[in-house]
C-alpha cells in the first residue's frame, strides 16, 4: 500500500495531483523536480496511463505510489526519469587526479590493499569502467599488482543492466584513443564494443537508493568515492546531508570527489579541499597535512 504521507496527499483535494507525483519522487530518491523536468514527467505520467489503458488519474496514482504492488510501475518511471547522460573519462581533470591519488595510497608504507573504490550514481557504468581503466593504468606505471575492486551503485534497474553487461556502441567510444581501445576492449559486432572480461570482473554492479540503503557496501570503507554530477537534483540541504554520510564511509585516508560547485560554498565537516581548482575532491581532515589544504 502507498505510504501513510502519500495516503495523506491522495485524500487531499486540496493537493495537486502533479504535486503529489512531485513531492512523492523527492521523498523517495531525494531529487527535486525543477521546473525544466515538469514537462518531462508529466509526458511520462501520460504515456503511462495510455500504455496501460487508464483513464482515471486517482487509480493511476494509486496503483504506481502502492509500495508493494506498485514497485516494478514505480522502477520503470524512476529508470524513465532519472537516468542521467554519461560518458567515458567526463571531466578529465577529476581522473588524472584519480590516478595521483590512487598512486600515493598504495605507495603509503602502511597500505596493505586491496584498494576499494565507489562509483556513485554510475548510472550505464562510463564512469564506473573509466575508474577501473584509471587504476589499471596506475598500477602498471607504479609496476605493482594491488588488488582493486570498484563499486557502481545507481537508483535505476535499467542503466545498472545495461552497465553489468559493459556493452557500448561506437558513439560512446568516440572519446578513447585506439590505445585504449585496444587495451580494454573487445569489438564484438558492428559498431559495438565490451569492457575485456578482466577488466569486468573488477567492477560489482549494484541497484542502490542512497537514501533508503544506509550501508550498501556493508560497512566497507573506501579509500575513494567518485559521485559527480549527481548532488545537482538534490535540495542544498539534501547535498550537505548526503556528503556526511558519504564521509562516513571513507577510510582514514579515504578521498571524496565530486562534481565542480555542487557544494556551492559549503564547507564539508571533517574533510578538507585537497586538489587543485579545477578538481573538487576532498579528504579526512586528519590525514591532511599542514599546508596542503587549500
Not at 514537462?39 to 502502492?66: C, F, P, S, W
Not at 605507495?107 to 589499471?136: K, M, Q, R
Not at 558519504?246 to 560547485?261: A, E, F, K, N, V
Not at 585537497?274 to 599546508?291: D, H, I, L, M, S
Request: proline content about 2%.
Amino acid at each position: 500500500m502507498a505510504s501513510k504521507a502519500d495516503q495523506a496527499r491522495l485524500q487531499n483535494s486540496e493537493f495537486g495531483y502533479f504535486d503529489i507525483w512531485k513531492t512523492a519522487i523527492e521523498e523517495r530518491t531525494g531529487v527535486q523536480i525543477t521546473a525544466d523536468r515538469e514537462r518531462v514527467l508529466g509526458g511520462l505520467l501520460n504515456r503511462r496511463m495510455i500504455e496501460l489503458d487508464l483513464l482515471d488519474v486517482d487509480e493511476y496514482l494509486t496503483q504506481a505510489l502502492d509500495l508493494t504492488k506498485g514497485a516494478e510501475e514505480w522502477s520503470g518511471l524512476v529508470d524513465s526519469l532519472l537516468v542521467k547522460e554519461t560518458s567515458f573519462f567526463r571531466h578529465a581533470p577529476s581522473f588524472d587526479y584519480v590516478a595521483q591519488r590512487v598512486k600515493e595510497t598504495v605507495a603509503a608504507p602502511d597500505f596493505a590493499g586491496p584498494l576499494w573504490i565507489w562509483s556513485l550514481g554510475c548510472s550505464t557504468g562510463e564512469e564506473a569502467y573509466s575508474l577501473a581503466i584509471t587504476v589499471d593504468r596506475a598500477m602498471r606505471e607504479l609496476g605493482c599488482e594491488v588488488g582493486f575492486g570498484i563499486i557502481g551503485t545507481d537508483i535505476s534497474n535499467q542503466a545498472i543492466t545495461q552497465a553489468r553487461r559493459g556493452i557500448y556502441r561506437e558513439a560512446k567510444m568516440n572519446a578513447l584513443d585506439k590505445l585504449t581501445r585496444a587495451a580494454y576492449f573487445d569489438q564484438v559486432g558492428k559498431q559495438l564494443w565490451r569492457i575485456k572480461a578482466d577488466l569486468r570482473r573488477r567492477v560489482c554492479f549494484l541497484t542502490s537508493n542512497i537514501l533508503a540503503d544506509k550501508s550498501p557496501l556493508i560497512g566497507r570503507k573506501m579509500d575513494l568515492i567518485y559521485c559527480q554530477n549527481m548532488l545537482i537534483y538534490f535540495r542544498r540541504w539534501k547535498r550537505r546531508e548526503l556528503v556526511n554520510q558519504l564521509t562516513d564511509h571513507l577510510d582514514s585516508r579515504g578521498c571524496l570527489i565530486l562534481g565542480l560547485g555542487e557544494l556551492a560554498n559549503w564547507a564539508p565537516e571533517g574533510l578538507s579541499r585537497v586538489a587543485p581548482r579545477v578538481v573538487q575532491a576532498y579528504t579526512k581532515v586528519e590525514t591532511v597535512e599542514q599546508g596542503e589544504a587549500l
